[in-house]
């Protein structure tokens, strides 16, 4: 599903509420909340209301129901936090549904795992509308924005991944900002920071989370990771010279800086992973070549650079070897787009047209708006039936 704009997404949810007076039937306590018949409360309806603050005429008071109303209400919460009567709406949907922060936490997530993610996202805003100082709804957007950065990486859409990680950095700083701290946040923000190569980043959070997590497991392993850091190289500044030199488009310069890096750490993937990086964007597909082959033998996390590899030895005509490292790619990954659209690729350098769309169509029943997937299977689409 393409990105769209949350102010776009908000105002088109709030079109579909419209408010009411609280029906005599529904105006009775529950528990200790007292319901105020003078505050008009929002009610989701089936369509967009016919202007922007709803109209009364269009609903069937013969269906509404308590459900109805929390969910109207949290769709206002979502999108309206600042709402007049927010507290009103809070109080009341508490009183309704004391549970809800489990039941739509889960509901939430269990969107995420299947890329539902506007829906997604709309939960946990409404989460965060309902729980205004509770930070747990800022984490599962900032991690939904992260899944979503990575998605877009994978089947080429830089812009809309830039998007999603700059809207993930930003619920990180505000969730690294709360007094008292919020332990969970160092350490998912520390794998945020390591993911973008920002590694100075990620070895302060992981150090800070090692000091001050609840979790002993997570705290040996922040440990871990800080340690590993330090001794490998990784806050050379070197490396993050090479890293944006490249990202740029200045491939020359970050090449140059790659190999200063990896004289000093030889050992170390991510150096290899930048030489060959800057190799395949210049078209030097021996030199990528052999620094991706180092890079998978020094161990290299992901299948970045198996791809990239089956790139450099596709380019060389060595399809077989090609295949195999997406392959390999893939077992990893199951559900890496790029890998298997890349695979499409490399079946249709094999004549296997039958099999190229199937591959095709599989990257599209993960991501259905990826643009290469779709690009190819139409251009096979259309000469079949030439």
Not at 110 to 131: M, Q, S, T, V
Not at 172 to 183: D, I, S, W
Request: net charge negative.
């Amino acid at each position: 599903m393409e990105s769209r704009d949350p102010e776009e997404v908000g105002a088109t949810a709030l079109r579909r509420l419209v408010f009411i007076e609280l029906p005599p039937a529904l105006a009775r306590e529950i528990g200790s909340f007292k319901p105020d018949p003078s505050i008009p409360l929002p009610v989701e309806t089936a369509g967009p209301a016919s202007d922007e603050e709803g109209t009364v005429s269009r609903f069937d008071p013969r269906t509404l129901t308590a459900e109805a109303l929390v969910a109207g209400m949290l769709r206002l919460l979502a999108w309206r936090p600042r709402h007049e009567h927010a507290d009103y709406y809070r109080s009341f949907i508490l009183a309704v549904k004391p549970d809800i922060l489990a039941e739509l936490s889960q509901a939430g997530i269990a969107k995420a795992r299947n890329r539902d993610w506007e829906i997604a996202e709309e939960i946990f805003r409404a989460l965060a509308g309902l729980f205004p100082v509770a930070p747990e709804p800022l984490l599962d957007l900032a991690i939904l924005s992260e899944d979503r950065a990575e998605a877009y990486a994978e089947s080429g859409r830089e812009a809309l991944a830039d998007e999603m990680g700059e809207r993930a950095f930003d619920a990180y700083k505000r969730l690294l900002a709360l007094e008292p701290p919020f332990t969970p946040a160092f350490f998912n923000a520390g794998f945020f920071f390591l993911r973008r190569r920002n590694f100075e980043r990620a070895s302060s959070l992981f150090g800070t989370y090692a000091e001050i997590g609840d979790d002993e497991e997570k705290k040996a392993r922040a440990r871990e990771i800080r340690d590993r850091l330090g001794q490998q190289g990784y806050l050379d500044n070197l490396f993050k010279e090479a890293y944006d030199f490249i990202r740029l488009g200045e491939e020359e310069k970050g090449l140059e800086k790659a190999k200063e890096f990896i004289a000093r750490h030889p050992e170390v993937w991510n150096g290899w992973f930048l030489v060959g990086w800057a190799c395949r964007r210049l078209s030097r597909w021996e030199e990528g070549r052999v620094a991706f082959e180092k890079a998978v033998s020094l161990g290299a996390e992901g299948v970045d650079s198996l791809n990239e590899l089956s790139i450099c030895l596709l380019e060389l005509g060595k399809v077989i070897e090609a295949r195999r490292a997406l392959e390999k790619a893939l077992r990893a990954e199951p559900e890496n787009v790029k890998v298997i659209t890349n695979l499409g690729t490399v079946a249709l350098r094999q004549g296997r047209r039958t099999e190229a769309a199937g591959f095709f169509r599989s990257a599209l029943a993960i991501e259905p708006e990826d643009p290469l997937a779709k690009g190819w299977l139409d251009r096979l689409e259309s000469e079949s039936q030439a």
